[in-house]
């Protein structure tokens, strides 16, 4: 590959330092002495009080560690084929972002990027598989305004089943996908560009996300903030964050089973890491083909090999 030019290198190292700032502004500094880490679903770890049930090891003992730098804390993982659906929140009229996005959804099952979360596995030893569908989607105009708190996100997520537009899916994961007019006030922009979360919807537990159009602030949420690989910065953007919440949802779906003492998961642990790139035809920056789209997207730890950041597994 071609080497980068300094000044996109330096517009790249400046939203990339800008976003580590916004990640981590709660993250406390881990600490070898103190309390070990729970996962909040945002990005950092906090405290591991002991008072949150199922968030402490699962057999009355501490996690179960590996060599691999990330531990076993006892809960489930998700098995079997993962049914993603999507919930277009906002407005998506002429937007690139819906293409651009489902083409992932479709191609991220089965693709030697999601294949990292096949070396996390259950406590009968049972490992995620490299398996994504996409039953279905669904809009959703506004119905809980342009400023949504955490709870309307539930909120959105729990209408859309009890309505019948998505399946009540235990096997599922759901993301919110917000339009760039839309805020989301616990952080989005500040805190984080996406998280993830579970509750019981309709007496299932249900896995849900929260993914904002990174338009609303290239700065903090894009790695790329001039041009992207398939010409739509904030839906390019939005496509790494998609990768690393649902990376996360299906190796810690509950926020009780895979995390490190800093309380990160997963992809927590390789946030805003790319690993080797090269250029799309638009000169931009890409590290992957998915679907016969390029992508920019982060890279996961792998619980193997001692653990790293990769883009593949094996
Ligand atoms: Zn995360």
Redesign the pocket.
């Given at each position: 590959m071609r080497t980068t030019s300094v000044a996109t290198l330096s517009v790249v190292a400046v939203s990339l330092l800008m976003v580590a700032a916004a990640e981590a502004g709660a993250i406390r500094p881990p600490s070898n002495t103190g309390p070990d880490y729970v996962p909040t679903g945002k990005?950092w770890g906090v405290p591991d009080t002991g008072k949150t049930p199922g968030q402490k090891g699962g057999h009355g003992g501490g996690p179960k560690k590996t060599s691999n730098g990330i531990n076993y804390h006892g809960g489930p993982v998700m098995l079997g084929t993962t049914n993603m659906y999507y919930i277009w929140y906002g407005d998506w009229s002429a937007n690139s972002a819906v293409s651009i996005l489902e083409n992932l959804a479709l191609s991220l099952g089965g693709s030697p990027y999601f294949n990292i979360n096949t070396t996390y596995y259950d406590g009968s030893n049972t490992n995620v598989s490299n398996s994504l569908t996409v039953p279905t989607s669904t809009t959703d105009n506004y119905s809980h305004g342009n400023a949504l708190g955490d709870t309307d996100v539930q909120a959105i997520v729990s209408d859309k089943i009890a309505s019948g537009s998505l399946p009540a899916d235990p096997n599922g994961v759901y993301v919110v996908l917000t339009s760039a007019d839309v805020n989301e006030t616990s952080g989005f922009c500040t805190q984080y560009c996406g998280w993830h979360t579970h509750a019981s919807i309709l007496n299932i537990d249900t896995k849900f996300a929260f993914v904002g159009n990174a338009e609303r602030c290239p700065s903090a949420c894009s790695a790329q903030t001039a041009n992207s690989p398939n010409g739509n910065v904030g839906a390019d953007a939005m496509a790494s964050v998609l990768a690393?919440?649902v990376d996360?949802m299906v190796t810690d779906p509950d926020l009780n089973a895979w995390y490190d003492r800093r309380g990160y998961?997963n992809?927590?642990k390789c946030?805003w890491k790319f690993g080797t790139t090269y250029k799309a035809a638009n000169g931009s920056d890409a590290n992957m083909n998915l679907g016969g789209m390029d992508y920019l997207i982060q890279q996961n730890w792998e619980n193997a090999n001692g653990g790293n950041c990769v883009l593949s597994y094996p």
């Open positions: 990005g690393h919440e996360e998961e992809a927590d946030a």
